[in-house]
């Protein structure tokens, strides 16, 4: 782990993503020392601080550490989070001149690879996501919902969950965001209420609208996902993995799941 540059892995207790989770993060693939959709991870960091109204971040010197870190690595999980610095009155930031940069590396999951051939088991949670167009999209520090819902799921036979926001729309799993086909016709829910707008859901939605392929953003409740032909799941890890069982139904069609696999596929050999 390496912060503000430094190889260590203690962070000072006055740091304001300890006391008020104040920032953000991201989580990339790393293969054969090159961390896939770099531009895209560093894209999603600036947004995240730019609607956070956090301190300066020297991005030239982030994005140096993070290809540091990758270098040599075969297959890792690289994960980069931007606090607001140490330090402020309260929750006020007055005082801070520059956000805190850690970087730091995990082995890469090796479950994924099985889930890609039997296709993962979803599961609803009890946990809903509460609506909050100002966060809404961010993949900030405040996780304390998906630490419930994964509590949850651990707690079941199910490989991820499936998270309805508190009005009872559809939004996302756990640790990933979906599609789904009915028909020809390919759906994603919107997510500007709640959830987090994830690299690969970015990736896939643009390599579909290349492709001529509309995928159209709703806000649907459970029953429309559960009469779908098929539902895939998504994250910059997966990347992509099919469907085979939402609570009680079925999924056994792999259309779309094919079509946007070999996306990834694309992705991986750039």
Known sequence: MWINGTEESLLSASDRATQFG???FTTAAVHNGVIQLLEAHLHRLRQGCERLMMPE???AQLENEMRS???SQSQAVLKVILSAGSGGRGYS???IACATR??????WPQHYQALQQQGAKLQTSPVALAQNPLLAGIKHLNRLEQVLIRAHLEQSDADEALVLDTAGYVVE???ANLFWRQGERVFTPDLTLAGVDGI????LMAKMAAAGQICHVVRCELAQLLAADEVVICNALMPVLPVRQLDERLFSERTLYHRL???CYLMEAK
């Open 22 to 24: 104040d920032g953000c």
């Open 57 to 59: 971040v020297d991005w």
């Open 69 to 71: 870190a990758a270098r």
């Open 93 to 95: 930031r007055n005082g």
């Open 102 to 107: 850690i970087v730091s590396l995990s082995p």
């Open 173 to 175: 799993c756990c640790a």
């Open 200 to 203: 690969m859901r970015r990736y």
């Open 261 to 263: 696999q070999d996306s």
